[in-house]
T-cell receptor, first 115, second 111 residues
Framework: GGIITQTPKFLIGQEGQKLTLKCQQN?????MYWYRQDSGKGLRLIYYSITENDLQKGDLSEGYDASREKKSSFSLTVTSAQKNEMAVFLC??????????????FGAGTRLSVL | GQGVEQPAKLMSVEGTFARVNCTYS??????LSWYQQREGQAPVFLSYVVLDGLKDSGHFSTFLSRSNGYSYLLLTELQIKDSASYLC????????????FGQGTKLSIKP
């Protein structure tokens, strides 16, 4: 088995602040993802990475940067936090190819609040 | 455009069954999966289907009709602990790294 660790669990920021969320996985998976989950809405893909140093934009990439420093880690940066923003950011990983791509393993999430 | 639709809420009774529906519209089709998400927790993978028909996995069964862009997750012999949100996710042909999620269906189970 493996685990995905997201840090921090809770993040409180100020409007306009640059905030970084981190994710580590020990599944040895090729692909990693960042999703945003707002209350009452589905998961929306921000960025994903097929392999180390690869970066692909999702539907919600504007306002975010991401970095796949090595196979096991994928970080997300909120470039300028928006006032009253509240959301949960979920990191996930999967193997690449075939049915494995549909089996995502998620971290526990980072809950963001912006004052 | 591409999208995955699910009803927001569903209620059922302990010991009976619940059917969670999902309709989708994507450019091509490369599989559909279901996840369970309990309140305040991460989504957990339940099932994956890519061929038409019913896939029986005991407590959970999954049905797929590709021609209708439709799937359902069937939970039988419901327990209170099955109360959770159930997320449907579809992968199209274009941009295969992208898994499109529905908003999720919150299933509430009464004693």
């Amino acid at each position: 088995g493996g685990i995905i660790t997201q840090t921090p669990k809770f993040l409180i920021g100020q409007e306009g602040q640059k905030l970084t969320l981190k994710c580590q996985q020990n599944f040895n998976h090729d692909t990693m993802y960042w999703y945003r989950q707002d209350s009452g809405k589905g998961l929306r893909l921000i960025y994903y990475s097929i392999t180390e140093n690869d970066l692909q934009k999702g539907d919600l990439s504007e306002g975010y940067d991401a970095s796949r420093e090595k196979k096991s880690s994928f970080s997300l940066t909120v470039t300028s936090a928006q006032k009253n923003e509240m959301a949960v950011f979920l990191c996930a990983s999967s193997d690449w190819g075939g049915s494995s791509q549909n089996t995502l393993y998620f971290g526990a999430g980072t809950r963001l609040s912006v004052l | 455009g591409q999208g995955v639709e699910q009803p927001a809420k569903l209620m059922s009774v302990e010991g009976t069954f619940a059917r969670v529906n999902c309709t989708y519209s994507t450019s091509g089709f490369n599989g559909l999966s279901w996840y369970q998400q309990r309140e305040g927790q991460a989504p957990v993978f339940l099932s994956y289907v890519v061929l038409d028909g019913l896939k029986d996995s005991g407590h959970f069964s999954t049905f797929l009709s590709r021609s209708n862009g439709y799937s359902y997750l069937l939970l039988t012999e419901l327990q209170i602990k099955d109360s959770a949100s159930y997320l449907c996710a579809v992968r199209g042909n274009y941009n295969q790294g992208k898994l499109i999620f529905g908003q999720g269906t919150k299933l509430s189970i009464k004693p």
